[in-house]
């Protein structure tokens, strides 16, 4: 069955410090994996996907993820963290075959000056 | 492009008391989506639909959860009776979903939170 684990359910970093949220999946076929954000009292906002291709995404807000299938992973990562970017973030596998989103359990992240 | 609406946003009813939610999909999108969030959870798919008819319902507790999309387009999702359980933001999503070039990609609305007392 596939899934998606979170390592990590809070994160804490300093303002301007690296970012890193790490994911990972379990799928018997190459997936697509996303990065979801939301923010309190919303739904939530696509960050950045991979489906074919390269394996280093971008995304909005300066975040990126590379998809690593060897140690099947799709970290989060934003060099420099701002305060606007505390919120709860989600990653998500579309198994293959599938028109549907797995999600995992969420990593909220906290930012302080 | 108008997102994906619903409506109520916040709803606290009693335990066994019933309680629907409707959801507008972005204009043109076949597949719609309903997840269950429960506080700190990641969001659980309940039901999935294409078009009118329904693709996955496996996670649906279909002894008191029922989902319709008549024309294919706004949907609703009922819950009768209530459980305290079911406290939760229900959300609703949808995609374009056309079939060979899905490349997955699901638009939420802000969620309607459900407080069961």
């Known amino acids: 069955a596939q899934s998606v684990t979170q390592l990590g359910s809070h994160v804490s970093v300093s303002e301007g410090a690296l970012v890193l949220l790490r994911c990972n999946y379990s799928s018997s076929v190459p997936p697509y994996l996303f990065w979801y954000v939301q923010y309190p009292n919303q739904g939530l906002q696509l960050l950045l996907k991979?489906?074919?291709?390269?394996?280093l995404v971008k995304g909005i807000n300066g975040f990126e993820a590379e998809f690593k299938k060897s140690e099947t992973s799709f970290h989060l990562t934003k060099p420099s963290a701002h305060m606007s970017d505390a919120a709860e973030y989600f990653c998500?596998?579309?198994?293959?075959?599938?028109?549907?989103?797995?999600f995992g359990a969420g990593t909220r992240l906290a930012v302080h000056p | 492009e108008a997102g994906v609406a619903q409506s109520p946003r916040y709803k606290i009813i009693e335990k066994r008391q019933s309680v629907a939610f409707w959801c507008n999909p972005i204009s043109g999108h076949a597949t719609l989506y309903w997840y269950q969030q429960i506080l700190g959870q990641g969001p659980k798919l309940l039901i999935q639909f294409q078009n009118n008819g329904v693709v996955d319902d496996s996670q649906l507790p279909k002894d008191r959860f029922s989902a319709e999309r008549l024309k294919g387009v706004d949907s609703t999702l009922k819950i009768q009776p209530a459980k305290l359980e079911d406290s939760a933001v229900y959300l609703c999503?949808?995609?374009?979903?056309?079939?060979?070039?899905?490349?997955?990609?699901?638009?939420f609305g802000e969620g309607s939170r459900l407080t069961v007392l």
């Open positions: 999503a949808s995609s374009l979903a056309l079939a060979g070039a899905n490349t997955g990609e699901l638009f």
């Open positions: 991979y489906t074919t291709g390269a394996t």
């Open positions: 998500a596998v579309k198994p293959g075959g599938y028109n549907k989103l797995i």
